[in-house]
């Protein structure tokens, strides 16, 4: 009869630190997102199939279309192995000025940033759940060469993703 008390509460401290590690609301990301959100949820967002290439970076946010992982023929193996059920997708984009970008998700998933054959680890990383529009943001030091973004373990089959110069 002792260990469901203790059961109980390992349970819900388990449970306060992993809701501790997802902030909840807009302003819980650690940069200002209002640029990103906008672009996220503007009505000009260009719709690509998984697989596309664009010659340069969008002028505006896209939405890409996602598919079951066995289908979408990621380039890369991603850092974060796909749970079933879920959608992945990529595109490539041919030419962009060295710099570093603010890359933002609609919702949640998986992001591999893969340049010079290299998949490049994040600056620094925000996130936030009850956020209409945006779900994470990540911040990339990009070189003048092609790359490859990588979505997957989404929930959904499109994502919308807006790459901005940082700010």
């Known amino acids: 009869m002792r260990v469901f008390p203790l059961l109980a509460a390992f349970t819900i401290s388990a449970t306060s630190a992993f809701a501790a590690e997802e902030p909840s609301g807009?302003?819980?990301?650690?940069?200002?997102?209002?640029?990103?959100?906008?672009?996220?949820?503007?009505?000009?967002?260009?719709?690509?199939?998984?697989?596309?290439?664009?010659?340069?970076?969008?002028?505006?946010?896209?939405?890409?279309?996602?598919?079951?992982?066995?289908?979408?023929?990621?380039?890369?193996?991603?850092?974060?192995?796909?749970?079933?059920?879920?959608f992945a997708g990529f595109t490539s984009v041919k030419s962009a000025k060295a710099g570093l970008y603010t890359i933002s998700l609609s919702t949640g998933a998986w992001v591999d940033v893969v340049q010079d054959g290299h998949a490049l680890k994040p600056v620094a990383f925000s996130g936030a759940t009850d956020c209409a529009g945006i779900r994470k943001t990540m911040k990339y030091q990009l070189s003048a060469q092609p790359f490859v973004l990588q979505v997957s373990g989404a929930r959904d089959n499109s994502v919308s993703i807006a790459i901005l110069p940082a700010q």
Do not use: N, Y
Not at 48 to 65: K, V, Y
């Open 26 to 86: 807009c302003d819980k990301f650690r940069w200002p997102i209002e640029r990103e959100r906008a672009a996220l949820t503007a009505p000009d967002r260009t719709k690509l199939a998984s697989g596309s290439e664009q010659a340069a970076l969008p002028s505006s946010a896209i939405t890409l279309e996602l598919v079951v992982p066995s289908e979408a023929r990621l380039p890369t193996t991603p850092e974060r192995a796909p749970k079933d059920g879920t």
